[in-house]
């Protein structure tokens, strides 16, 4: 029973010894294999992430119309016969670092996150890379790590194929500050 | 026992719930919610979307109309005979598209400007998207008519349009188009040298890459009674940079003036053309 107080005590503290960092503004950028004819690529700065360092839990959400092509036609087919983001209009990830506690971050880290891509309505377990800092008082990380569009369920035609690659690079870097 | 099986249990509830509460406090974000896509190609078939290029993107476009399909084997249901017109359109800003064309029916050169002055936006804002567009055509057949001068002016003619869509859903878009066209001289003393139509067009479609689309032109004071209205149903199909549209139309004129006032092919008589329209874009 008292185990049970212990539990519900945290349960409902925890919130409150949270030492959250969050960001409105991180970055997320991808790139379509450059062996292909066309190469895709494309950035969103207005990803939103935040951070708990008290527990290692982690959380991205990306709105997908705010993903920003060179060429315009390009974004519009992203929008509308790719990522279909009127259907699924964002994508999230959910995570915990692997290694907990997290390490003191007085030198740059890398760790390994684990958690759940929610995109194009799929849901993927997946692990990856990312490289945690200090950066004058402000959490800093960034990761780089392959998608496959297969895994989402985004489906590129034949007639494309050749021209546009099923592995996607993706870059994120967010500096993050103390909620 | 119990006691743990529950404790770890509330523990990955607690991580779930954690987990989600951190999303939650990024909030829904802004995002630009213009809407995309309202009609594939910046035509219907015959007549203009509101659609347009971006800034300093160029789109070259390839119509082809071929000969009435009830014409027979000997010109093999039209085939052998095609009308043609070639265009570049070009973004010099955003909202704003210069063009330059020219037609096989009667060796006309067009040029033309094509504004955006209000775009859809999901949400708060905007319901429709509308664009204006006028354009001038130009006959450059050589004089015959030793009775007439051959005046620059009475070579010309123009359309201004209103074009205001909306795009309902993910898959259905209607456009009206009030059209007014101006020509300088007409054939006959009877006919109207002014006169207005309105057009509706619709997209519907059937896949991602897919749509069917349909284009109706009705004129108000019909200029000549031998002239029917515009009708047009086709398919338009896209592959990246590529718009293919594949449609059948009772109209062999691919620029207003001809198709909105001057189309003699009579569904019922199976006077219909065969053609496509082919889109590239360079950017």
Request: charge should be negative.
């Given at each position: 029973?008292?185990?049970?107080?212990?539990?519900?005590?945290?349960?409902?503290?925890?919130?409150?010894?949270?030492?959250?960092?969050?960001?409105?503004?991180?970055?997320?950028?991808?790139?379509?294999?450059?062996?292909?004819?066309?190469?895709?690529?494309?950035?969103?700065?207005?990803?939103?992430?935040?951070?708990?360092?008290?527990?290692?839990?982690?959380?991205?959400?990306?709105?997908?119309?705010?993903?920003?092509?060179?060429?315009?036609?390009?974004?519009?087919?992203?929008?509308?016969?790719?990522?279909?983001?009127?259907?699924?209009?964002?994508?999230?990830?959910?995570?915990?670092?692997?290694?907990?506690?997290?390490?003191?971050?007085?030198?740059?880290?890398?760790?390994?996150?684990?958690?759940?891509?929610?995109?194009?309505?799929?849901?993927?377990?997946?692990?990856?890379?990312?490289?945690?800092?200090?950066?004058?008082?402000?959490?800093?990380?960034?990761?780089?790590?392959?998608?496959?569009?297969?895994?989402?369920?985004?489906?590129?035609?034949?007639?494309?194929?050749?021209?546009?690659?099923?592995?996607?690079?993706?870059?994120?870097?967010?500096?993050?500050?103390?909620? | 026992?119990?006691?743990?099986?529950?404790?770890?249990?509330?523990?990955?509830?607690?991580?779930?719930?954690?987990?989600?509460?951190?999303?939650?406090?990024?909030?829904?974000?802004?995002?630009?919610?213009?809407?995309?896509?309202?009609?594939?190609?910046?035509?219907?078939?015959?007549?203009?979307?509101?659609?347009?290029?971006?800034?300093?993107?160029?789109?070259?476009?390839?119509?082809?109309?071929?000969?009435?399909?009830?014409?027979?084997?000997?010109?093999?249901?039209?085939?052998?005979?095609?009308?043609?017109?070639?265009?570049?359109?070009?973004?010099?800003?955003?909202?704003?598209?210069?063009?330059?064309?020219?037609?096989?029916?009667?060796?006309?050169?067009?040029?033309?400007?094509?504004?955006?002055?209000?775009?859809?936006?999901?949400?708060?804002?905007?319901?429709?998207?509308?664009?204006?567009?006028?354009?001038?055509?130009?006959?450059?057949?050589?004089?015959i008519d030793s009775d007439r001068e051959d005046l620059f002016r009475s070579r010309l003619s123009y359309v201004h349009q209103v074009l205001i869509a909306r795009k309902f859903n993910r898959a259905f878009s209607l456009q009206f188009s009030p059209t007014l066209?101006?020509?300088?001289?007409?054939?006959?003393?009877?006919?109207?040298?002014?006169?207005?139509?309105?057009?509706?067009?619709?997209?519907?479609?059937?896949?991602?890459?897919?749509?069917?689309?349909?284009?109706?032109?009705?004129?108000?004071?019909?200029?000549?009674?031998?002239?029917?209205?515009?009708?047009?149903?086709?398919?338009?199909?896209?592959?990246?940079?590529?718009?293919?549209?594949?449609h059948l139309t009772n109209s062999q004129g691919m620029f207003e003036r001809a198709f909105v006032g001057e189309t003699r092919g009579k569904w019922s008589d199976g006077d219909i053309y065969f053609g496509f329209n082919i889109s590239r874009v360079f950017?």
């Open positions: 029973m008292r185990l049970l107080s212990v539990a519900l005590f945290l349960f409902t503290v925890s919130p409150i010894l949270a030492q959250k960092y969050i960001t409105r503004a991180a970055e997320v950028s991808f790139l379509s294999d450059t062996d292909a004819i066309e190469v895709v690529a494309a950035k969103n700065d207005q990803v939103g992430a935040v951070i708990d360092l008290s527990n290692g839990d982690l959380a991205f959400q990306v709105q997908m119309r705010a993903f920003h092509f060179k060429i315009a036609l390009m974004e519009e087919h992203f929008n509308e016969n790719y990522v279909e983001s009127d259907r699924f209009p964002k994508a999230t990830f959910r995570g915990r670092f692997v290694d907990l506690p997290l390490p003191n971050l007085l030198t740059e880290q890398e760790l390994s996150v684990k958690g759940v891509m929610d995109m194009h309505g799929v849901q993927k377990e997946m692990t990856f890379a990312v490289v945690l800092s200090w950066q004058d008082g402000s959490l800093q990380g960034t990761s780089s790590f392959d998608l496959r569009c297969s895994d989402f369920n985004i489906e590129i035609p034949k007639i494309v194929s050749d021209k546009i690659s099923n592995e996607i690079q993706v870059t994120v870097k967010a500096l993050l500050t103390k909620l | 026992m119990k006691k743990i099986t529950l404790l770890s249990l509330l523990l990955l509830v607690n991580t779930l719930k954690a987990q989600n509460e951190l999303l939650s406090l990024l909030g829904d974000q802004e995002v630009n919610q213009e809407v995309y896509g309202t009609f594939k190609g910046t035509k219907v078939i015959n007549g203009q979307s509101v659609e347009m290029p971006s800034q300093s993107a160029l789109f070259f476009i390839i119509e082809h109309r071929f000969g009435t399909i009830n014409s027979g084997a000997y010109e093999l249901w039209g085939l052998d005979q095609a009308s043609m017109r070639m265009s570049f359109e070009y973004g010099v800003r955003e909202g704003v598209v210069l063009g330059v064309a020219r037609n096989t029916f009667q060796k006309t050169y067009e040029t033309s400007i094509k504004t955006r002055l209000l775009r859809q936006k999901e949400g708060a804002g905007s319901r429709v998207s509308i664009a204006t567009y006028h354009a001038a055509f130009i006959n450059s057949m050589r004089h066209i101006v020509r300088n001289l007409v054939s006959l003393t009877s006919m109207n040298n002014n006169y207005m139509a309105m057009g509706v067009g619709a997209r519907y479609k059937l896949s991602n890459r897919v749509s069917l689309n349909g284009e109706y032109f009705y004129q108000f004071d019909r200029p000549y009674e031998d002239f029917e209205n515009s009708l047009s149903l086709g398919f338009d199909i896209e592959t990246g940079g590529h718009v293919f549209q594949l950017q």
